[in-house]
């Protein structure tokens, strides 16, 4: 047997056994059940944030829930029949929520929580209303992605909402449900959707 071809099987060998050692060491993980005595859709977590004190916030399919590294608690917030889709924390503390039915905030400086609306229809779908990502904005502003409402820049401070919409026909009508965003370094958006693929938003220009 020639020298290239005992290092070829050496080098297949280890391979082999790196490969191996890899396998076996993820059956050394742990994974424990962190059990509460809750209904079915508070059991189905759809977001997690930790906020800067160490605690766990849990989007789930009927609100919010909080996990002290001990229990976990529901609050009895305006919140409790929303699908909770993601969760942010913006530079002032405030905490956020994108939902079926609205904007959520909590003010933790207040520990007040509330639901801005930004259509008056109370459709469950294809509206403002229905929350999907949420991004804050170097301004302080919050960039949101909605089921068929298009995207979203809300103020804070103001409560002013501007939307915008692409030009672009998907199959035979638009669609204008934006599934995610996110903040390029350069201060513009990308945008995923559910049918045009990803869109590139210029925000100084205000325009797709």
Same mark, same amino acid.
């Given at each position: 047997?020639?020298?290239?071809?005992?290092? *070829? !099987?050496?080098?297949?060998?280890?391979?082999?056994?790196?490969?191996?050692?890899?396998?076996?060491?993820?059956?050394?993980?742990?994974?424990?059940?962190l059990?509460?005595?809750? #209904?079915?859709?508070?059991?189905?977590?759809?977001? *997690? $944030?930790?906020?800067?004190?160490?605690?766990?916030?849990?989007?789930?399919?009927?609100?919010?829930?909080?996990?002290?590294?001990?229990?976990?608690?529901?609050?009895? #917030? =305006? *919140?409790?029949?929303?699908? /909770?889709?993601?969760?942010?924390?913006?530079? %002032?503390?405030?905490?956020?929520?994108?939902?079926?039915?609205?904007?959520?905030?909590?003010?933790? %400086?207040?520990? !007040?929580?509330?639901? /801005?609306?930004?259509?008056?229809?109370?459709?469950?779908?294809?509206?403002?209303? $229905? !929350?999907?990502?949420?991004?804050?904005?170097?301004?302080? #502003?919050?960039?949101?992605?909605?089921?068929?409402?298009?995207?979203?820049n809300?103020? =804070?401070?103001?409560?002013?909402?501007?939307?915008?919409?692409?030009?672009?026909?998907?199959?035979?009508?638009?669609?204008?449900?934006?599934?995610?965003v996110?903040?390029?370094?350069?201060?513009?958006?990308? !945008?995923? #959707? %559910?049918? %045009?693929?990803m869109?590139?938003?210029?925000?100084?220009?205000?325009?797709?």
């Open positions: 047997m020639n020298s290239l071809l005992k290092l *070829l !099987i050496f080098t297949g060998l280890l391979g082999f056994l790196s490969a191996q050692a890899q396998i076996n060491s993820f059956k050394n993980y742990k994974v424990e059940k059990e509460y005595e809750e #209904t079915v859709l508070r059991k189905s977590v759809q977001s *997690l $944030f930790q906020d800067k004190f160490g605690q766990l916030w849990m989007g789930t399919g009927m609100g919010v829930g909080l996990y002290n590294g001990y229990e976990v608690n529901f609050p009895d #917030t =305006p *919140l409790n029949s929303q699908l /909770i889709l993601e969760i942010k924390e913006d530079k %002032k503390g405030r905490i956020w929520f994108a939902t079926t039915f609205g904007l959520g905030l909590y003010d933790q %400086k207040k520990d !007040i929580y509330k639901v /801005i609306k930004f259509d008056s229809v109370e459709y469950v779908t294809l509206n403002r209303n $229905f !929350i999907l990502r949420i991004k804050e904005a170097a301004d302080g #502003t919050l960039w949101l992605a909605s089921l068929g409402g298009g995207l979203l809300y103020n =804070p401070e103001t409560g002013a909402l501007k939307t915008y919409k692409d030009n672009i026909i998907a199959g035979a009508n638009h669609d204008y449900t934006y599934l995610c996110e903040i390029l370094k350069d201060g513009k958006l990308m !945008i995923g #959707t %559910k049918k %045009k693929g869109l590139l938003f210029d925000t100084l220009k205000e325009k797709f």
